[in-house]
């Protein structure tokens, strides 16, 4: 079915096209927004694209790119993924994987990855492996909430003490990256578990304003500051509130225990004047 983004569609048809045509292909598979029935004109593509095992070594994914649009920027990311940027400014990201074990890879992704429709998402497989592994994702499973609740209500306690150390010290340039960059998305996480809205959970901040209650979105504005010390502090302060408050619901609702003296210390930290 054709998405909102006429162009991203056909970019697609003509990397399905390319992949049938190239022999040291065993497979194509997309994952992102395009797969999730979301994409619009502003989404990237992504794929993975699975190289014949003794042809890995030397597959230059950028000319194989060139060949898909022109390109204005072709290099290896910080996590080893191929980014390019198409000449009409469309985003792209590509894994260049071996196919053996690659293929093999794929069914781990369940509770990370969901293709709703596998089937789309494989735009080649020579043997049948991908297929297979892709429609292991079909189904939607949610992350475990008990054991997932616990990690983040420890991840929250002991980033947001970072934080707190950095205000201290006067980093107010790292306590902003901080609080921004890691303990929020944790936050995003923790209250998408609680509110039983996990279908973006790697990118907990996606689709936020559609996704979330606006209480629940009134209180992550409250958390955003720019890098100005007394704004920052303040947005720290009503982080670590926001977090205490989604700790104690989900300890609630699935009976755990939480540090709530060392929860104390931190909030004495953040509130102590500098």
């Known amino acids: 079915m054709p998405s909102a983004s006429p162009t991203l569609d056909d970019r697609i048809d003509r990397l399905r096209e390319l992949a049938h045509a190239d022999p040291r292909l065993e497979g194509v598979l997309l994952y992102g927004s395009w797969t999730l029935g979301e994409a619009d004109a502003h989404s990237d593509i992504e794929a993975y694209l699975y190289i014949q095992d003794d042809q890995a070594d030397g597959f230059d994914g950028r000319a194989f790119l060139e060949q898909l649009a022109p390109l204005r920027l072709a290099y290896t990311n910080m996590y080893g993924i191929l980014a390019v940027v198409f000449d009409d400014l469309m985003r792209g990201e590509f894994h260049l994987t071996p196919a053996g074990p690659g293929i093999d ?132 302060r009503h982080s670590w509130r926001w977090s205490r408050d989604l700790a104690g619901e989900a300890a609630g609702r699935w009976t755990f225990d939480l540090p709530h003296e060392l929860h104390e210390q931190i909030a004495d930290l953040l509130n102590a004047p500098r």
């Open 105 to 236: 890879e794929v069914p781990t992704w369940q509770g990370q990855v969901h293709l709703p429709k596998p089937d789309d998402a494989v735009l080649l497989d020579r043997t049948g492996r991908l297929t297979r592994a892709a429609r292991q994702l079909a189904e939607f499973r949610p992350p475990e909430p008990v054991s997932t609740a616990r990690q983040l209500t420890d991840e929250l306690a002991n980033w947001t003490l970072m934080v707190a150390h950095l205000l201290a010290r006067g980093e107010i340039a790292r306590a902003h990256a901080g609080l921004h960059t890691v303990v929020a998305p944790l936050q995003l996480q923790l209250c998408r578990l609680l509110r039983g809205s996990t279908a973006h959970w790697l990118t907990p901040s996606r689709a936020l304003e559609q996704d979330l209650p606006a209480a629940d979105r009134d209180r992550y504005v409250s958390t955003t500051a720019a890098a100005r010390e007394e704004e920052l502090r303040t947005a720290a």
